[in-house]
């Protein structure tokens, strides 16, 4: 497609339960980015995928935060026993290249932990 | 220290002025640069991309560098009412190309009528 697509928009999870959000990239883009926007304005990056391949997974909480892009396949990430904190907005973006590419965003998940 | 610090504002300009948006960074390395506009919301839309020193313009947006201070900045000419949203500074992170971004905390422009 020609915009990243984000599922779902929002999702409720109670503490300890798990989540899984889901991104399709344009179609042609090799590169997944997923951020994680806590408090409004506070952007993290997560992990990167080249193609199903881990690229950067150097911001991923390792012990409860998973992703995955398999081929034909919507990429996900997924989140086991969420905690509070957890709460936040996951976008997705995707690139055809890395360096002078822009980043295209989807319009993200609104994850709240209760 | 934070990697991209930017002034969190509001920054408050009449409608008609001249915005002026600052963002510093940490890393040397960094090679590219992107001012992103994020309305309540929604997600970050680009805005400008920059790579090298000096000035890049595209029509009322005006992206600087200086890479010796560490420094870019993104100019709004003629603000309108619906210029008014975050404006997020986003560094490719460091020097190896990862394609990883950084983003500043942001900050609000408000574009009073």
């Known amino acids: 497609g020609e915009e990243v697509a984000q599922t779902p928009k929002h999702l409720v999870r109670g503490e300890g339960q798990k989540a899984k959000l889901y991104c399709a990239p344009i179609k042609g883009h090799s590169y997944v980015f997923w951020y994680q926007q806590v408090l409004k304005n506070e952007f993290k990056f997560l992990i990167s995928f080249q193609n199903e391949n881990v690229f950067d997974e150097t911001g991923m909480p390792k012990e409860r935060f998973s992703a995955k892009c398999l081929p034909n396949s919507p990429c996900s990430l997924e989140i086991q026993a969420t905690k509070l904190e957890d709460s936040a907005v996951y976008f997705c973006a995707s690139s055809q290249s890395l360096g002078q590419e822009t980043q295209y965003f989807g319009p993200g998940t609104r994850l709240l932990v209760l | 220290q934070k990697e991209v610090e930017q002034n969190s504002g509001p920054l408050s300009v009449p409608e008609g002025a001249i915005a002026s948006l600052n963002c510093t960074y940490s890393d040397r390395g960094s090679q590219s640069f992107f001012w992103y506009r994020q309305y309540s919301g929604k997600s970050p839309e680009l805005i400008m991309s920059?790579?090298?020193?000096g000035d890049k313009e595209d029509g009322r947006f005006t992206a600087q560098l200086n890479k010796a201070s560490q420094y870019v900045s993104l100019l709004i000419r003629d603000s309108q009412p619906s210029d008014s949203a975050t404006y997020l500074c986003?560094?490719?992170?460091?020097?190896?190309?990862?394609?990883?971004?950084?983003f500043g905390q942001g900050t609000t422009l408000q574009v009073k009528p």
């Open positions: 920059i790579y090298s020193n």
């Open positions: 986003a560094v490719g992170y460091g020097s190896s190309n990862t394609g990883k971004l950084i």
